[in-house]
């Protein structure tokens, strides 16, 4: 305990509320391989009876680009004193992987169609897709409301063209009509509902899963 009293700044003797960073470089780690978040810890001293908390995300005096997200490791070690952790969080930037999702697409119509799909007005088709899943780090008050899935839907001018197209090459192309005929070649659509979770403290993960056509 010597060596850390000696270490304490003078002021400390003078605010008997005071917190100090007796370590900055005290430990750090990334939580997940996949991203370059990295996690830093910072030890600190208080006088025993004197902590309060401080508030979530704040950010680090030493880094400004980390934010707190838990307070961790209280000790009593002597003296009147505890010392206890501080972990401050970098925002990992954002990247992708690709994963397996079923998209639905469906078409209307004001005809009746029954001899080709035999569905009446209406018909769908359900493809297994390989999606984007782009991963994003926000705080949370910043968490959007989830997006909901793009459903691809052709009216009645182009009921005949998939009449036609479904009677003379029933399946092989039949991916590709909605996406040609609604004019979305190149665009990039939500197939998915986000997925939204708790990373780390108060920052929080977004997973969209999106195909380009």
């Keep these: 305990m010597s060596d850390l009293v000696y270490d304490l700044p003078d002021s400390f003797l003078n605010d008997e509320d005071a917190v100090v960073v007796s370590d900055p470089n005290f430990n750090f780690y990334n939580p997940d391989l996949k991203h370059n978040g990295i996690i830093y810890v910072e030890k600190c001293v208080v006088r025993k009876g004197k902590y309060s908390s401080t508030t979530p995300l704040t950010s680090s005096e030493i880094r400004t680009n980390a934010f707190l997200v838990k307070e961790t490791n209280f000790t009593d070690i002597g003296g009147g004193l505890q010392t206890f952790e501080k972990h401050y969080a970098t925002m990992p930037t954002t990247w992708f992987e690709y994963a397996q999702e079923n998209y639905r697409a469906s078409w209307w119509g004001a005809i009746n169609f029954r001899s080709v799909t035999g569905a009446g007005d209406s018909w769908s088709v359900t493809r297994s897709v390989a999606a984007k ?33 479904y009677t003379t090459n029933p399946m092989s192309k039949l991916g590709r009509f909605w996406e040609a005929e609604l004019g979305n070649i190149g665009q990039t659509i939500v197939i998915a509902p986000d997925e939204i979770g708790v990373y780390i403290g108060d920052i929080y993960e977004l997973v969209r899963y999106t195909i380009e056509i």
């Design 133 to 165: 899943a782009t991963h994003y780090y926000i705080k949370k008050d910043d968490v959007p409301s989830v997006s909901t899935p793009d459903t691809e839907t052709a009216g009645q001018d182009y009921v005949n063209d998939f009449t036609k197209l």
